[in-house]
Nanobody, 111 residues
Framework: QVRLIESGGGLVQTGGSLNLSCVAS???????MGWYRQAPGKTRAIVAR????????YYADAVKGRFTISRDTASNTGYLQMTNLKPEDTAIYYC?????WGEGTQVTVSS
């Protein structure tokens, strides 16, 4: 059993920044960690993903150049640094790790 706890969401103006964190506890072992988001009325979609070593990452086109994913394997914590935020980034952001999901953290970007 793995438990994921996200934090760092909030309300920010257009152009602002937020840093999300995801702490994994329990029987956490190697594997990719990903961030997904779900906006009202839309399906959950991947934002970024990073390999266990951190040597490989993927970004959705909508966030390339603005978001940076990273992780600390020692503390089993994942991060999503979000800059130049836009209103269309407004969503609940979820952490995913080896099939487990966190409860999400709300990100709201005002215009």
């Amino acid at each position: 059993q793995v438990r994921l706890i996200e934090s760092g969401g909030g309300l920010v103006q257009t152009g602002g920044s937020l840093n999300l964190s995801c702490v994994a506890s329990g029987r956490a072992v190697g594997g990719d960690m990903g961030w997904y988001r779900q906006a009202p009325g839309k399906t959950r979609a991947i934002v970024a993903r990073i390999s266990w070593s951190g040597g490989s990452s993927y970004y959705a086109d909508a966030v390339k150049g603005r978001f940076t994913i990273s992780r600390d394997t020692a503390s089993n914590t994942g991060y999503l640094q979000m800059t130049n935020l836009k209103p269309e980034d407004t969503a609940i952001y979820y952490c995913n790790y080896i099939g487990y999901w966190g409860e999400g953290t709300q990100v709201t970007v005002s215009s």
